[in-house]
């Protein structure tokens, strides 16, 4: 297993498009979580799975967010007619449940550019 | 409301000496802290954590010590190599948070040769 894979790693796209984002994480990780992190800021809570069920939501993830884990597998982030604001590195972690923050698993990002 | 603060954006340090990266939190159901360190075009890692039973952890050259009463903990690096440049955060749970992290936005420690 070579840890959680994020595609694209980068994105650049027009102010109103729609775009999609891919997770995979660890095989046996049955957490998945969504962060987004701004420039000289940490990273925020989007969103969480457990297996295929989408847990918990932040106020952040506004309508044009959606996020799927369909199989409890891999996860996808969609972002709906994108704004400027919405340029960030967004980040995908896993975990299993139960081994507190010390068992996340960070992929590398998708930095995403609204122009 | 930024929970999490570390309010030092950046730190440079000398090959060899302490590198000490704080952290002041306001929420009292925080009660697990952790530590992650990031290199430029990666994810974050995980590097050292600290319950709120415990004062103090060491692993290695790294050590957390958390002071509950002033809310705030710190993360001493002893000592320091020019490796451990990289921007570090603090990050902290409540024990039922189904593991959701709340990250302070970031120190960027220098270590020079």
């Known amino acids: 297993d070579t840890g959680v894979s994020q595609n694209p790693r980068h994105k650049i796209t027009k102010r109103g498009q729609n775009v999609t984002f891919r997770c995979d994480p660890i095989?046996?990780?049955?957490?998945l979580y969504w962060y987004r992190q701004t420039l000289g800021q940490g990273p925020e809570f989007l969103t969480y799975?457990?297996?295929?069920?989408?847990?918990?939501k932040s106020r952040l993830l506004s309508d044009r967010f959606s996020a799927e884990r369909p199989k409890g597998s891999f996860s996808t982030l969609e972002i709906q007619r994108t704004e400027q604001g919405d340029s960030a590195m967004y980040l995908c972690?896993?975990?299993?449940?139960?081994?507190?923050?010390?068992?996340?698993?960070f992929g590398s990002g998708t930095r995403l550019t609204v122009v | 409301d930024q929970q999490v603060k570390q309010n030092s954006p950046s730190l440079s340090v000398q090959e060899g000496r302490i590198s000490i990266l704080n952290c002041d939190y306001t929420?009292?159901?925080?009660?697990?802290f952790l530590w992650y360190k990031k290199y430029p075009a990666e994810g974050p890692t995980f590097l050292i954590s600290?319950?709120?039973?415990?004062d103090k952890n060491e692993d290695g050259r790294f050590t957390v010590f958390l002071n509950k009463s002033a809310k705030h903990l710190s993360l001493h690096i002893v000592p320091s190599q020019p490796g451990d440049s990289a921007v570090y955060f603090c990050?902290?749970?409540?024990?039922?948070?189904?593991?959701?992290?709340?990250f302070g936005g970031g120190t960027r420690v220098l270590v020079k040769p």
């Open positions: 972690a896993s975990s299993v449940s139960g081994t507190g923050g010390s068992g996340y698993t």
């Open positions: 095989s046996e990780h049955n957490r």
């Open positions: 799975f457990q297996n295929e069920a989408q847990l918990e």
């Open positions: 929420n009292s159901m925080f009660d697990y």
């Open positions: 600290i319950s709120s039973i415990k």
């Open positions: 990050a902290a749970k409540p024990q039922a948070a189904g593991n959701k992290l709340t």
